[in-house]
T-cell receptor
Framework: SQTIHQWPATLVQPVGSPLSLECTVE??????LYWYRQAAGRGLQLLFY??????ISSEVPQNLSASRPQDRQFILSSKKLLLSDSGFYLC??????????FGSGTRLTVV | GQQVMQIPQYQHVQEGEDFTTYCNSS?????IQWYKQRPGGHPVFLIQ?????EVKKQKRLTFQFGEAKKNSSLHITATQTTDVGTYFC??????????FGTGTRLQVFP
């Protein structure tokens, strides 16, 4: 079956610390993968998307970066977190027939 | 850039009442997808509308795509407490990216 895994579920990090969030998908090959951020009580903003290994497109300028080292692995990173990086980070995978499938998300609080 | 707005922002209803959320775009929508996000959860895909004027039903949920493809709506008949959550519309642009609407948060009182 096709599944998407995202971890950790929650994270509290101090300002200036690095960040690494990982997302992996199973049961498919060469998926389109996406990172979204949702501020508290707000909509979803597309941060990055990738159509293949090493291919990353950034949608908005920011303090974050993304990488795709393997076909089914998508990583969101930061060298130095800012308070404004707090939010709910969601990895998503575009399926052929059923819209986007989202991971369970990571709630990041930068303190 | 394109903006996808939803109204209302919040809606509180008594269980059994109907609910409708409206999705409006500043530009022509290509395909509309609808998602539901339960409190504390992640968005879950509900349906996709492609054709102008299209209407689709899923049990108590009715989805409609406007004739001019600039708006869409989701109507829930006889709400239940399990309908609680935030409903998002999303436009598919550049064939493989989603721009999400602002969302409508639904609260259902028993």
């Amino acid at each position: 079956s096709q599944t998407i895994h995202q971890w950790p579920a929650t994270l509290v990090q101090p300002v200036g610390s690095p960040l690494s969030l990982e997302c992996t998908v199973e049961g498919t090959s060469n998926p389109n993968l996406y990172w979204y951020r949702q501020a508290a009580g707000r909509g979803l903003q597309l941060l990055f998307y990738s159509v293949g290994i090493g291919q990353i497109s950034s949608e908005v300028p920011q303090n974050l970066s993304a990488s795709r080292p393997q076909d089914r692995q998508f990583i969101l990173s930061s060298k130095k977190l800012l308070l404004s990086d707090s939010g709910f980070y969601l990895c998503a995978w575009k399926t052929l027939l059923s819209g986007y499938t989202f991971g369970s998300g990571t709630r990041l609080t930068v303190v | 850039g394109q903006q996808v707005m939803q109204i209302p922002q919040y809606q509180h209803v008594q269980e059994g009442e109907d609910f409708t959320t409206y999705c409006n775009s500043s530009t022509t929508l290509s395909n509309i997808q609808w998602y539901k996000q339960r409190p504390g959860g992640h968005p879950v895909f509900l349906i996709q509308l492609v054709k102008s004027g299209e209407v689709k039903k899923q049990k108590r949920l009715t989805f409609q795509f406007g004739e001019a493809k600039k708006n869409s709506s989701l109507h829930i008949t006889a709400t239940q407490t399990t309908d609680v959550g935030t409903y998002f519309c999303a436009d598919v642009y550049n064939t493989d990216k989603l721009i999400f609407g602002t969302g409508t948060r639904l609260q259902v009182f028993p």
